[in-house]
């Protein structure tokens, strides 16, 4: 079974500078598409950023993009120029294509500081 | 857009009363909708994936009979707890997948279930 791992509970970043989320994945496919969802307080799931296994450039979102290393199935999310709405949980998942289900990993907590 | 609405957002009941969750997807058809659950500082768990006109498809450990999922339309699914227990006490999350769109999922604002 496919399995998604975020190694940092939590995380802080001034306002204003970059951060990077790391996620790690286990998977023996080699098409899947791989999610960064953002839950604020709210507790709504707010889709990120996506990318497809099979595209080698990293996708990019205005402020967020990924940095997808397919041979070490990794998959980091980076946030430029951070801003107090991005404290959030961030949540990394994998979408299993067969069964359509998404995986998630633990979760990282992202706190900005003014 | 892709806009699903959840309700309610909350909801407090007596223990042994049963409670429905609603999910719709208001903007686009969702054949398949998701369950999951999600306890306090922790991740997503799913629960069970609704497919339209068909039995729902539950996760190892989720009881069918405790969780009844029914999937009517393509723009609805609910969600029903019976007999609630404290045990029960949760955040309930679903999420649609367009028809047309099959690697997206969109996800309600979810509901807080407390059974007293």
């Known amino acids: 079974a496919q399995t998604v791992t975020q190694s940092q509970p939590e995380m802080s970043v001034q306002e204003a500078e970059t951060v990077t989320l790391s996620c790690t994945y286990d998977?023996?496919?080699?098409?899947?598409?791989l999610f960064w969802y953002k839950q604020p307080p709210s507790r709504q799931m707010i889709l990120v950023i996506r990318?497809?296994?099979?595209?080698?450039q990293n996708a990019t979102e205005n402020r967020f993009s990924v940095n997808f290393q397919k041979a070490a199935k990794s998959f980091s999310l980076k946030i430029s120029d951070s801003q107090l709405g991005d404290a959030a949980m961030y949540f990394c998942?994998?979408?299993?294509?067969?069964?359509?289900?998404?995986?998630f990993g633990q979760g990282t907590r992202l706190t900005i500081n003014p | 857009g892709a806009v699903v609405s959840q309700h309610p957002s909350r909801v407090i009941c007596k223990s042994g009363t049963s409670v429905k969750i609603e999910c719709r997807s208001l903007?686009?058809?969702?054949?398949?909708m998701f369950w999951y659950r999600q306890f306090p500082k922790k991740s997503l768990m799913l629960m069970a994936t609704?497919?339209?006109?068909?039995?729902?498809?539950?996760e190892q450990g989720v009881e069918k009979d405790k969780f009844l999922i029914n999937h009517a339309s393509l723009t609805l699914s609910t969600l029903t707890v019976t007999s609630a227990h404290p045990e029960d006490s949760s955040f309930y999350i679903c999420?649609?997948?367009?028809?047309?769109?099959?690697?997206?999922?969109?996800f309600g604002a979810g509901t807080r279930l407390s059974v007293l």
């Open positions: 999420s649609a997948r367009k028809t047309a769109a099959k690697n997206i999922q969109y």
């Open positions: 998977t023996s496919e080699s098409d899947y598409y």
């Open positions: 990318q497809e296994a099979y595209k080698q």
């Open positions: 998942a994998y979408l299993d294509q067969g069964a359509q289900k998404l995986v």
């Open positions: 903007d686009f058809q969702a054949t398949t």
């Open positions: 609704s497919n339209e006109g068909s039995k729902a498809t539950y």
